[in-house]
């Protein structure tokens, strides 16, 4: 699998069915994670092996890293959190040697831990494509077992190499924190942006199923949990996780069946999705309309409400149809709505006091709300970005943000894997305009701009920069007709911030990493891997960028960058042409990071609240589950993978600000039993004692990025 772009859960789903099939077909649990082959490794993936059962791990793509040595061979990896697993990166530099003397030799020349252990491992075989070892090779490697002048050589197993190590002074083995970064191949987190598109959205799209469907499984008698379907989704999903497929560095036959596999994990999320009850409404002849909030906390904002995409004429684009909804320029009826975390309820569209404009002073197109402001050139530049009643500006004084930038991305050795550091100098600002801004919407509660650019004569964006009502962040809906030719398409931010560093999102939390090139292992990452947000911030004050399917970033100095589009041409000619269409948005705030909400923020831009017409006349409002503290956030809501259990869930939850926190878990539904357990979902020995408190409560104390999962029965 690839080591970087899937989820959190993805990641747990992998060891989850992994472990489960060994167990069904060899009677064993797994304790090492083989990844010979991937294009880096999350700093989150130490604590997913470990409450996956596993605490030892081998890689080999490590050499292949282009600026820096690795600096060792054998030694502990911490991931984030702490959670550290016994990690081997065999010396012979390669998964494929053929058993030669040179060979043998390379290896123990290279290792780097003499001293503190005596072992490693010499992988062989052709390993790169199948065929594994020969004839040729075992008899090599037998006449090598014990000759004078040469290391002994001992055909072995990971477990029995593992447990040598393990018996030796494993405190003299040195460590290494946070993630494991390929020096190489970071053109990856970009190439076929359709497949990175198709990947976030079907995660978050199983992330709703899940939690709508065990809800619907524990309140309704007559709904079955649609566990075959939900499983074969996911293996779908983890399927196109492998690291040639949704890195994007496969052949176009390979792309062509991935989204045929995304296609169909959609289609049977609808059909599923139509299936799903929703309410505890009894069946009538009457329906309602209602919102669901499938994220953990109450959510205040703008949703458009089905109205059959009627069109809006220039005057009802000014005003509305009422005080509290308002029409836009697509003909979508807009309103404002609260709906309480893990829950729904019926459209009733609220007032809504901190209205937003658009309109033009000067030269200067102008957002703007009670929280926020921000002013546009004709190019669709952002000059300036203000929070409310503060006259910094988060922009640069000298330099534009939401400036499109195109570099030449032609690499030294592989196409769609790489992008090399001297891409940056070819940096070329995109500014021929083919419409000028102009406002779409006035308000009150959304404003916009629309406008034009073009990038070649084949190439060109047009972009919707929209603000909402009560809304934090300015967001920037693009489309891109792309057909260039080893390109590299991005947006640039530079801020008036400064800060040694950037903060990025990652697998149950985030990671921070610099902003300079002091020393070659910060000049190495020019192009780094996150997820849903980025953030550069000074004391007191920051700027985030949000996205919903991008992974790529870079940030040096101020200036903090969104990869976009690339377009190589191998092994895949036709690789990323086309219309592509995706989403990011700008968040300034005061204070840190996560006391602003950006967490929060992201993940909302990224899981929309979504409307639902059900039977029945619905009159309350409904909410599951609650947390009572914003660094906790509960990421996963499904049924227990024991099929005896029908009234027993699984809840995930994860410390997202890196601190210690506690936390009180509520659900509306009768709490029976809680206990904690691993991500195979084993209870935990040394806790197997009820963590229900009080009338159900569930107590939780976190340790600084920490993930807990809860196995939960309810009393129904």
Known sequence: MDGNLPSGEAFIRQFLYGQKFFKEEFNVQCKEFWLPDTFGYSAQLPQIMKTCGINRFLTQKLSWSLFNKFPHHTFMWEGIDGSRVLTHFPPGDSYEMKGHVEEVVRTIKNYKDKGRSSKSVFLFGYGDGGNGPSEEMLQRLKRLEDVNGLPRVEMSTPDKYFTSVEQED????????????????????????????????????????????????????????????????????????FHDVLPGSSIGLVFHDAVELYKDVEKKYKKLLAEVPFTKEKKSDSSSTIINNTLGWERKGIIALDNQGQSASKKRRVSTDSDLTQIDSFGQTLAFMEVAGYGYTVIKPKACQLHAHAFKKGQLHWLKNKIVSAAFDYEGRMTQLHLHGDDRNAMSKDYHGNQFVIFDDIPLFWDAWDVMDYHLETRKPVSEKLQHVKILDEGPLRASLEFSLKISDKSYIKQVISLDAESPNIRFDTEVTWHENRKFLKVEFPTSIHSMQASYDIQYGHLQRTNHNNTSWDSAQFEVCGHKWADISEHGYGLAVMNDCKYGYSCFDNVLRLSLLRSPKAPDEKADMGVHQFTYAVMPHKGSFQEAGVIQQAYDLNCPMFTTEVQGEVTESQSYFKVDNAQIILETVKMCEDQTKDKTVVLRLYESHGGKGKTVLTSSLPVKTAHRCNALEEIIEDTHKSVAGIEGDIHLTFQPFEIISIMVEFNL
Do not use: V
Request: positive net charge; hydrophobic residues 30%; aromatic residues 12%.
């Open 170 to 241: 494993i405190s003299k083995l040195c460590r290494w924190r946070g993630e494991l970064y390929l020096e190489l191949h970071n053109g990856t987190y970009t190439t076929h942006a359709k497949l990175k598109r198709y990947n976030r959205k079907c995660e978050f799209m199983l992330h709703n199923l899940e939690y709508l469907a065990t809800i619907s499984a524990l309140t309704h008698k007559g709904y079955s949990y649609p566990r075959d379907e939900l499983d074969h989704m996911w293996k779908q999903i983890l399927l196109n996780q």
